[in-house]
C-alpha cells in the first residue's frame, strides 16, 4: 500500500514553550496520524503497537477497503510466569525497586497475547510504580498488553519509585491469556524501605526470621532482643496486631500474607513476611 503512495511529510517544529510537547505528552515513541487538513486522525502511545496498527489506520483515514494484513497476527498458545526476584524487594527510602518475574510463551508454534494489569494498589504518599515489558510505561498506565513469539520469553520488571523513609507499598498482579481466559495467573508484590539515600545509621540485623511460615498458630522471631516488640501488618499496611517478646499467637488472624515489622525504638530495621494458610 505505502508503495503506491507519494508522502511528502513535512516536520514541525515545537514552540518556544514546548506546547506541543507539554500538551500531548513526552512519550519517546509516539506517533500521530494527521490528515491534509491538519487534524489528528489517531494517536498511537507507541507506534504500531497492539492494539494499535498503523496500516488499518491509514486505510481508515484514506477510505480505503481493508486488507487482508489489517487486523493482525491470529493468537492461540499458552503461558506461564515464574519469579525471578523474591515478591517482596527492599531499598533504600528514594530509590526505585524492581521486582522480576519472567513470562514463558509454552507453546512451540503459536504467539500468545498476554494482558498484565494492576488489579489492587496500595501506596505510600508520593511512591509511584510502573509495568515494565516490551516497552517501560509510565506509572498512569495500569494495564498492557503484549504480545510473546511461539517457544519465546518475556521479563517482566515492575518498579516502585519510593520515597525517603520507613514505607511499605502493595500491588497485586493479574495476567491473562486474551484467547483463553482460564489461562491467567495473579501475584502480590510488596516493595520495602528503611531511611533514605544517603542517610546512615546504625546497623541492624540483615534480615529478620520468622518460624514457622507458613504459620498455623503461633509464630517465632528468631534472634529478637530482649524486650523486642512487633506489628503485624496486612497486605494493605494495616496493623492488625502488636505483640512484645519473641513469640506470638496468631492463630486467630485471617488466611493471608502478613507482613512483620520491628515497632518503633526497638532497632531493629528489616521486615519479614509470612502466610496463615
Not at 503512495?5 to 515513541?29: K, M, R, T
Not at 510463551?105 to 510502573?130: C, F, H, I
Not at 486467630?252 to 502478613?258: A, Q, S, V
Request: proline share 7%.
Amino acid at each position: 500500500m505505502l508503495a503506491d503512495l507519494q508522502i511528502d511529510a513535512p516536520v514541525y517544529l515545537d514552540g518556544p514553550c514546548n506546547e506541543w510537547w507539554n500538551y500531548y505528552g513526552p512519550q519517546p515513541n509516539n506517533a500521530y496520524l494527521i490528515d491534509v487538513n491538519g487534524t489528528i486522525h489517531t494517536h498511537h502511545d507507541w507506534f504500531d503497537k497492539l492494539p494499535d496498527d498503523i496500516d488499518c489506520d491509514i486505510e481508515d483515514l484514506l477510505a480505503l477497503p481493508p486488507t487482508s494484513a489489517c487486523g493482525g497476527t491470529t493468537f492461540g498458545g499458552g503461558f506461564k510466569v515464574q519469579w525471578m526476584s523474591n515478591d517482596t524487594v527492599y531499598g533504600e527510602g528514594g530509590t526505585t525497586l524492581t521486582a522480576h518475574l519472567k513470562l514463558f510463551n509454552t507453546s512451540a508454534t503459536e504467539e500468545v497475547l498476554v494482558r498484565v494489569v494492576k488489579l489492587q494498589t496500595d501506596l505510600p504518599v508520593g511512591w509511584q510504580t510502573s509495568l515494565c515489558l516490551d516497552v517501560c510505561y509510565l506509572p498512569d498506565v495500569d494495564s498492557a498488553i503484549v504480545p510473546i513469539a511461539a517457544g519465546d520469553t518475556m521479563d517482566f520488571y515492575y518498579y516502585f519509585y519510593s520515597t525517603p523513609g520507613d514505607a511499605i507499598g502493595y500491588t497485586r498482579l493479574g495476567m491473562r491469556n486474551e484467547n483463553d481466559f482460564n489461562n491467567g495467573f495473579s501475584r502480590q508484590v510488596w516493595g520495602m524501605t528503611s531511611g533514605s539515600v544517603g542517610v546512615s545509621g546504625p546497623a541492624g540485623p540483615a534480615s529478620l526470621v520468622v518460624a514457622s511460615d507458613p504459620a498455623l498458630g503461633t509464630i517465632s522471631v528468631l534472634g529478637a532482643l530482649p524486650g523486642s516488640a512487633f506489628d503485624i501488618l496486612d497486605v494493605l499496611g494495616r496493623t492488625v496486631m502488636h505483640f512484645a517478646g519473641p513469640t506470638a499467637v496468631v492463630g486467630h488472624l485471617p488466611k493471608g500474607d502478613y507482613i512483620i515489622l520491628p515497632a518503633s525504638g526497638t532497632g531493629l530495621i528489616a521486615p519479614a513476611r509470612f502466610v496463615r494458610p
